[in-house]
């Protein structure tokens, strides 16, 4: 189970990244990637929620013991 939650959260990490490389972040309203000039609240958001739901994940296990 601690080895699947933090592969979990590497992957959230890893499209964190991906969408900061890319300066573009997928929405499912369109449901196509868009520029973080055409949804810059919806990116910033991405980023935000994306990087501490990932930092929970990977930490949590090793916090439990």
């Given at each position: 189970m601690r080895v699947l939650?933090?592969?979990l959260g590497l992957a959230v990490l890893a499209y964190v990244a991906y969408c900061l490389?890319?300066?573009k972040?997928?929405?499912?309203?369109?449901?196509?990637?868009r520029t973080r000039d055409e949804y810059p609240k919806v990116f910033l958001m991405n980023i935000a929620l994306g990087t501490l739901i990932a930092a929970w994940l990977v930490a949590r296990p090793f916090l439990n013991d």
């Open positions: 939650q933090i592969l490389i890319t300066q972040v997928w929405i499912r309203k369109v449901f196509a990637w």
